[in-house]
């Protein structure tokens, strides 16, 4: 459950005092007073993740190693070529073990893994350490994979620095690396004590990664249906804006509240988070892994999400309108030159199938609903809506 007495506010942490005021309301008074802003924005959920509780502080600045542990001794940093600076922020004078990892996709792999075991067993950590994850997702990922089997279990913080960790991989408890040329083929659910979202870590994001993680917080809007029209305020891809960081609360909010009602998608709203995602997996298959971000799949994958949803009736025309005109705002591509029976052929082998049918998400006019397709005639349907 999240727990309500935390959940959504922003604390000021003044030398008399403490204020706790509702979230919004202070990012007014922030715009006035802009140094403010600069020394207390905290923000602080707390989820239970079947039975792990997970704590997340969203903050402006990159979090000191005192703040997430004070037994340098016993920690390991894992981070990649592109953030072991921001790991050598975060351990300021200390001297903590680093375990430096090549960045990208590729790299999401079991050999990975060994690294960070064996920096562990090189430095001594017993099972009380913590592995302390500086990156991206795939940074992210295989650190928590790596922590879920250390001695059975050692302690983990995150401190995801792409805006698609932030929002998405860092919260929820999923593990893992890619085997076999099979992303994720191997993982746990291992959630993160602790999540440290710096903001200010997005200032040396390249556009293309913004554009990716910017996706999954255009797909979330649509299914929490409370922040759709807040997405309008925010005119470019800025990690200073009072728009995106009230955005990446409530993308975080919406994604710990789905994730508490069904921890190891087993069946429940866990699902709806898919949305746009059957599309998504097969334009990047036909397009080839790493050719398109996956985020700008995604966005595509959401436009044809709501062609087939109007087909099928649950998606409303200006609801569909509305949500096609805001992908197009940021700049992603909306058509994509490729081979429908390409795409279909891979659909078809999507892992998420349901009773051997094709499974979608479809927005619906609050959130988003799941549909199946195994008819011929259903079939053709695709084929109209891949154009
Ligand atoms: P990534 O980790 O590969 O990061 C993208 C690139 O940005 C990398 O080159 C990285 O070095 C660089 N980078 C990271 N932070 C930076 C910064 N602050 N400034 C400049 N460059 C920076 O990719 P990603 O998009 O963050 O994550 C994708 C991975 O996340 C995939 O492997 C996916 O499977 C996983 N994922 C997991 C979950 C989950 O629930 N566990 C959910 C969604 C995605």
Redesign the pocket.
């Given at each position: 459950m999240i727990q309500r007495a935390c959940f959504g506010r922003l604390r000021i942490l003044c030398p008399q005092a403490v204020y706790s005021l509702k979230g919004d309301t202070l990012l007014f008074f922030f715009r006035f007073l802009p140094e403010l802003r600069e020394i207390c924005i905290k923000i602080f959920m707390n989820f239970i993740f079947g039975g792990y509780k997970s704590n997340v502080i969203v903050s402006k600045g990159i979090p000191s190693i005192d703040s997430i542990t004070n037994k340098f001794d016993n920690a390991l940093i894992i981070a990649?070529?592109?953030?072991a600076g921001?790991a050598s922020k975060i351990c300021g004078g200390n001297y903590i073990p680093h375990c430096v990892i090549k960045?990208?996709?590729e790299n999401?792999t079991w050999r990975s893994v060994e690294t960070i075991l064996s920096s562990a067993v090189t430095n001594k950590l017993g099972r009380d350490c913590i592995f302390i994850a500086a990156?991206?997702?795939?940074?992210?990922?295989i650190s928590?994979f790596a922590a879920s089997v250390y001695m059975r279990g050692c302690n983990l913080a995150l401190v995801?620095?792409?805006?698609?960790?932030m929002v998405?991989?860092?919260?929820?408890?999923?593990?893992?690396f890619?085997f076999c040329g099979i992303?994720?083929l191997a993982?746990t659910f291992y959630p993160a004590e602790n999540i440290y979202i710096p903001v200010d870590?997005?200032?040396?994001?390249?556009q293309r990664?913004w554009k990716?993680?910017f996706a999954?917080i255009i797909k979330t809007a649509i299914l929490a249906n409370d922040f759709f029209d807040q997405l309008d305020g925010i005119s470019s891809f800025d990690y200073k804006s009072d728009a995106l960081l009230s955005c990446i609360e409530k993308a975080v909010a919406y994604k710990g509240k789905i994730v508490t009602e069904d921890p190891r998608e087993s069946g429940g709203r866990r699902i709806l988070l898919n949305l746009g995602h059957t599309f998504a997996h097969a334009l990047e298959s036909v397009l080839g892994l790493g050719n398109i971000?996956?985020?700008e799949a995604v966005a595509w994958g959401i436009i044809r999400a709501c062609r087939l949803g109007v087909k099928l009736g649950i998606t409303g025309e200006s609801r569909a309108k509305k949500i096609t005109g805001l992908i197009k705002k940021f700049g992603y591509e909306s058509e994509y030159n490729c081979d429908k029976a390409a795409l279909i052929g891979f659909m078809k082998n999507d892992k998420k199938k349901r009773d051997g049918k094709l499974a979608f998400i479809v927005p619906d006019e609050k959130s988003a609903a799941a549909v199946t397709l195994e008819k011929e005639n259903d079939l053709k349907i695709l084929e109209e809506i891949l154009v």
């Open positions: 990649d070529e592109n953030t921001i960045s990208g996709e999401k990156g991206g997702g795939v940074i992210c990922d928590a995801p620095t792409t805006l698609l960790a998405d991989a860092s919260v929820g408890g999923k593990t893992g890619d992303k994720n993982g870590c997005l200032s040396s994001l390249p990664e990716s993680g999954e971000s996956h985020g």
